[in-house]
């Protein structure tokens, strides 16, 4: 059974029109589709695997998601629908576009979660402040509270789609916090003598 190729503009002829985008924005709108929650993986793959397997575990990824990106690309294209389960909708029965809606708030729910842990750890300057352990905890805890409440949580009810370029410049600035965060770390590393390894870490009991 063959598809039959119908364009945008034949199925909606009085309510699309296509929008030019500049090379700026393609650029910035490409960083912030690949930029994701595997990100946050990158520095403990490189810890558990050492820098050589963790780079080719890395690159293995890149790829089986650019291919991933390419089926699913064609998948839009054939079905002109821009949602999980529609798309599965198109293709497979309706038990799968409801597993797809399952999966997909699972997903958000947990980068959610890793989400937050990763803010909290990043709280490195803490490392200066002169006080007891559990202070510095409850420092972390309350500043990460004000994160939440004040940055992430107005994120969570913006009142349109227009809205969320600030998200997308949030995720940016998170992402390149988290390379000056791994940076300083492993600067703060070599002047120790702890230097990554090449091969994985040694397993000790």
Not at 177 to 183: D, K, M, N, S
Request: net charge negative; proline share 4%.
């Amino acid at each position: 059974d063959s598809v039959q190729s119908t364009s945008v503009t034949e199925t909606f002829p009085n309510t699309y029109e296509p929008v030019k985008q500049s090379v700026f924005t393609a650029i910035f709108n490409f960083l912030n589709t690949t930029l994701g929650s595997g990100i946050l993986l990158l520095p403990y793959d490189m810890m558990v695997c050492g820098w050589a397997l963790g780079i080719l575990m890395t690159v293995f990824f890149c790829v089986f998601s650019t291919w991933t990106y390419s089926i699913l690309s064609r998948a839009v294209n054939h079905s002109l629908a821009f949602e999980f389960d529609k798309i599965c909708n198109a293709f497979y029965s309706k038990w799968v576009g409801v597993l797809a809606q399952v999966c997909s708030m699972t997903f958000t729910f947990g980068c959610m979660i890793s989400y937050t842990i990763v803010i909290k750890d990043n709280f490195f300057f803490f490392q200066y402040v002169n006080d007891t352990p559990e202070h510095i905890e409850l420092y972390k805890n309350l500043l990460l509270a004000g994160v939440m409440f004040v940055i992430v949580m107005p994120l969570c009810y913006i009142p349109n789609l227009e809205s969320l370029k600030y998200n997308s410049y949030m995720v940016i600035i998170v992402v390149i916090y988290l390379i000056i965060v791994c940076a300083y770390i492993l600067s703060d590393k070599a002047t120790n003598g702890e230097l990554p390894e090449i091969l994985p870490l040694r397993q000790t009991t």
